[in-house]
Every structure is written in C-alpha cells, then in structure tokens.
C-alpha cells in the first residue's frame, strides 16, 4: 500500500483532540494544503480569528531523492514529506507565544507518535492500513517557525518513507536518438 500523505494528515487534524478539523465547518476547520511557504502565507492570511487555531498543513510539494540500490539494476526512491502545526498568539505576548509552542510540541509529539504506532500496526496486519511500513522513524526533523500571517508561529516537521525500488528509472536505447 503507498502512503497517502495529504489523507494521512487530513485524518490526523480530525482525530486528534487539540486539532479537531471538521471538514465543513469555516469555525472549525483546521487542515489545509499547502504548496510551500508561499501558500502557508496565504492560507494564515486567511484565518482571521485565533479560534481557528491549531492548526494543521500538509505541504503537497513532492521532494524526494533517487538512489543506485547497490549492484543491482534496481534504483531507490527516498520520499520526504513536510507539515506544519500552526499556532496564534496576539502581538507581543511572548509568554504566550512560549507556552502555545510547547503546546504545539506536544502535538509534534502526539503525531509522531501515531504515525510510529500505525507503522508497527502495518507491520503486524495482514493488509496494511496507513502504507506506513517504510516510515523511517528516525528520519523526523523539526524546526520552530515564526514571523509569518498575522501572529503566527509554529513548527515544521518532516520525516521520510525508507526508499522504495522504482522499477521505472532504467535505461531503455529505444528511449533515446
């Protein structure tokens, strides 16, 4: 089964309690797709009322990492994916802007650890749920952001699924004048 990343965290931003999206609701939803940090500005822009936070985007732009497999005629596709939990705060609060980051944290947290339970869950089923199995664990990365939409902060996450063999990359003479 392939990841479903924009589903994945899509599902993560309705089941997780602090998050909450409901999907047609305006006060409520809190997921977004994002392409880049250009999109980020214009979704936060968006959001005028600090109750429509946390909340949650997945950025759609692909970035991977093509590799030989070794002697083998196979190649390796290594898929990096990035989301960010977004959090708000008035202008000059800092202690507030303090606490919502260890906030959003937990969160960071409270998401990696599902994604390492459903990828032990993948594991062990018959038929995989998440398309998790590949998750490298250790892969996660994160950053604290700020200085973007109207007081907003928050941290950037990414993580990596263990490269998978693309039987499609291979040099063909017919391919070629």
Known sequence: MEFEFIEYMRNIAIELKTIS???????????????GLNGIEEVLNSLSDSKMYPALLANDLEVGKVGDSGPSENYLNLQSHIF?????????????????????????????????????????GIIPRTGLRNL???????????????????????????PVVENEIKFNVSDWN
Do not use: A, P, W
């Open 21 to 35: 999206h409901k999907e047609n609701s305006e006060m409520q939803k809190r997921f977004y797709r994002v392409s």
């Open 84 to 124: 960010y939990i977004v959090g708000y705060v008035s202008s000059n609060d800092f202690n507030g802007k303090e606490q919502s980051l260890r906030e959003l944290k937990l969160m960071m947290y409270k998401i990696i650890g599902k994604m390492r339970k459903d990828k032990r869950e993948d594991f062990q």
């Open 136 to 162: 490298d664990t250790r892969s996660f990365y994160y950053q604290v952001i700020s200085g973007f939409g109207e007081n907003c902060h928050g941290i950037m996450v990414s993580f990596d699924i263990s």
